[in-house]
């Protein structure tokens, strides 16, 4: 069976929970506190309650966390996502601030490239819109 750390999050309904054993999946409650080098390639993971797993992969789920500080000083109103930390921004990335625009990981929760540039392009329409025609900025 192959093991699903909650890392002390809340553990899956009971619908859930069946499903993953339906898969094969043992979930492994409690928080993990270190992931080690193992014996043959592999992994151990040790959870705080002692118990050590070892695993080939390990898939982990990470937020985000932007690393300036320009957007909150200028303040752009920010929200928290399960993804972490990120600049609220409406549909053309217009910030709360009037005149700033935002796009990337930081303006957008669970992004990739495609995602991000495509706001990008949406941000630089916004911007345009707002210097062309005053009531949208
Ligand atoms: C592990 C991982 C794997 C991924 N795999 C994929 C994938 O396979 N396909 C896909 O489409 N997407 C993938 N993504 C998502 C994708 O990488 C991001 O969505 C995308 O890179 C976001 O682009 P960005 O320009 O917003 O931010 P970034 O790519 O993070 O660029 C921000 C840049 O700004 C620089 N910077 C930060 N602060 C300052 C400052 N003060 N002054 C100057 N420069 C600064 C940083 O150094 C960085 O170069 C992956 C992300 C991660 C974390």
């Known amino acids: 069976m192959s093991p699903l750390f909650t890392n002390a999050m809340p553990e899956p309904d009971e619908a859930t929970l069946a499903l993953l054993e339906r898969r094969n999946v043992s ?12 014996t043959c390639d592999m992994l151990r993971v040790r959870l705080t309650n002692g118990r050590t797993f070892d695993v080939k992969a390990l898939f982990v789920a990470a937020d985000l ?28 990335k217009a910030t709360s601030v009037a005149g700033v625009y935002a796009a990337g990981d930081n303006a957008r929760a669970f992004g990739n490239i495609t995602l991000v540039s495509a706001d990008g392009v949406m941000a630089g329409l916004g911007m345009h819109q707002s210097l062309m025609f005053a009531s949208h900025s």
């Open 65 to 92: 966390h932007m690393r300036g500080t320009i957007a909150e000083s200028l303040g752009c109103a920010l929200q928290e996502t399960p993804a972490g930390k990120i600049i609220t921004t409406d549909a053309v």
């Open 27 to 38: 979930l492994q409650p409690g928080a993990v506190s270190v992931v080690e080098t193992g």
